[in-house]
């Protein structure tokens, strides 16, 4: 290539083509009735399989077939979400228990819950020099993809990497759930100390810690934290631990786990889907977006002044501009989203604790005035409610959590539910996911070289 312009105007040529050919005519969707994103036209995501492990509902379906809104509805393994922290009121190890229960179906007994953080405890160190040789050698400004990567490297680290057995899949997964606080927290502190020229804090996680506890010990440079801190931030990993078999990144482990690939991979696939900020990383969007309220908004007590520049997002003129009150609404729930409202409480609490009563305050205001607005905007009678995104950014940052940890929180507490789906799929040995594609284009015949003419 003779200079870097000339390369540039090469490269755009064939991104032009690129785009040209890849697409395709929209009406084709409708006309050939295509389940874009595999939902229905109403929205309902088209059934491709069946789960014991969570049932999510927003709505009832009459003997005429009419849906009617209901407030949403989350049960793991049969248990009502709300009597799940309801039991755990108090307790700073509420996750361990959901992921037992979520993994075996059972609520434990205490010398089972007592077992099992043993296990959880022990197996949470990474293995000699892993910190030092695979995350401090090459850090990321992306957590996310610290977590990938060091999913993939724990591959080596594994003498059966490829058996399937339950067994094996079993303690590879609660290896995978022990370790992402670590990975996680190891990832962050390197990318401070790389990028931002700052101390490099590594602590050891604490076999006898919960989960939720060792997270805050090992984030901080003095490992200190409150019983409410950890409550709270247990209760946070207890709400995001699980929700379907068709959110996308769990039906990503259900996808990849019917090739018969191996755990790591799955894992990696899943953790690839949560990344995406229409997924995984939509707290932080909330977090972006209240920040800009502040920012242009003079008096944030003032409903009528929050009211214009809500207005403002649906229009398409504040913000990033994309019509959306980000953590507002949802696919399946529209009067209410259960973990949103077991959260909004909790975030109460904290605030009222740590001194952040008025930001609490603005978050309420903009929920309530946001949900009126939206109904109108759109011209639609079905309610719409704040999903568990709109609360737990806000709760995050009052437990100082940096926000580049915001989406890698979500895979702390997810991994325990794709474990769930991937043992699942494995002891039903399903057949392998492939639906299908219409091909739309022409037929054509080949062209010798020299006739080619672009």
């Not at 077939?65 to 979400?81: A, H, K, N, S």
């Not at 889907?273 to 939509?282: D, F, N, Q, Y």
């Not at 309530?368 to 607005?373: D, G, M, V």
């Not at 926000?403 to 991937?422: C, K, N, Q, Y």
Request: negative net charge; proline residues 4%; glycine residues 8%.
């Amino acid at each position: 290539m003779k200079d870097y312009a000339e390369f540039r105007k090469t490269v755009d040529k064939y991104v032009e083509m690129c785009d040209g050919s890849g697409r395709i005519d929209q009406s084709l969707y409708e006309k050939f009735d295509v389940k874009r994103g595999l939902r229905d036209s109403d929205g309902r995501g088209v059934l491709t399989g069946l789960t014991e492990i969570s049932d999510v509902s927003g709505f009832r379906t009459e003997a005429d077939g009419t849906r009617v809104p209901i407030p949403g509805e989350l049960y793991f393994q049969g248990y009502d979400v709300r009597q799940l922290v309801e039991g755990f009121r108090g307790s700073r190890h509420g996750f361990e228990e959901t992921i037992f229960l979520l993994l075996f179906g059972e609520l434990p007994t205490e010398t089972e819950l007592n077992e099992f953080m043993e296990i959880l405890g022990n197996l949470r160190p990474l293995p000699e020099n892993f910190n030092r040789d695979v995350i401090m050698k090459a850090p990321s400004r992306n957590i996310m993809n610290v977590l990938e990567r060091c999913v993939l490297t724990l591959y080596s680290y594994d003498e059966d990497p490829d058996n399937i057995s339950v067994k094996h899949v079993l303690g590879q997964s609660l290896s995978l759930i022990a370790r992402f606080p670590v990975i996680a927290a190891y990832g962050y502190q390197s990318y401070r100390h790389r990028y931002l020229d700052s101390s490099l804090i590594i602590h050891r996680p604490k076999a006898e810690l919960s989960t939720a506890e060792n997270i805050l010990r090992l984030l901080r440079s003095d490992p200190v934290f409150t019983d409410l801190e950890a409550e709270v931030l247990d209760i946070c990993l207890v709400l995001h631990a699980e929700h379907g078999g068709g959110n996308n990144s769990t039906f990503t482990t259900h996808v990849i786990s019917t090739t018969g690939t191996d755990t790591y991979s799955t894992v990696a696939g899943s953790l690839g889907s949560l990344k995406g900020p229409r997924h995984g990383g939509a707290n932080l969007k909330v977090q972006q977006m209240m920040a800009d309220l502040i920012a242009n908004v003079k008096d944030t007590e003032s409903d009528s002044q929050i009211k214009a520049y809500l207005t403002k997002l649906l229009n398409k003129e504040a913000f990033d501009r994309a019509g959306l009150i980000y953590g507002m609404g949802h696919a399946i729930y529209s009067i209410s989203d259960p973990r949103a409202e077991i959260l909004k409480e909790y975030a109460r609490l904290l605030s009222d604790a740590e001194g952040f009563k008025k930001e609490f305050e603005l978050y309420d205001r903009v929920e309530r005035l946001a949900k009126e607005l939206i109904m109108q905007h759109r011209d639609i009678k079905k309610p719409v409610c704040a999903n568990v995104d709109f609360y737990s950014g806000f709760v995050y940052s009052v437990l100082k959590i940096p926000v580049e940890l915001f989406t890698p929180m979500f895979a702390i507490a997810r991994i325990a539910g794709w474990s769930a789906h991937r043992i699942e799929e494995l002891v039903n040995k399903g057949k392998i996911i492939r639906p299908a594609y219409k091909y739309v284009g022409e037929h054509r015949e080949y062209l010798p070289m020299e006739e080619r003419n672009w």
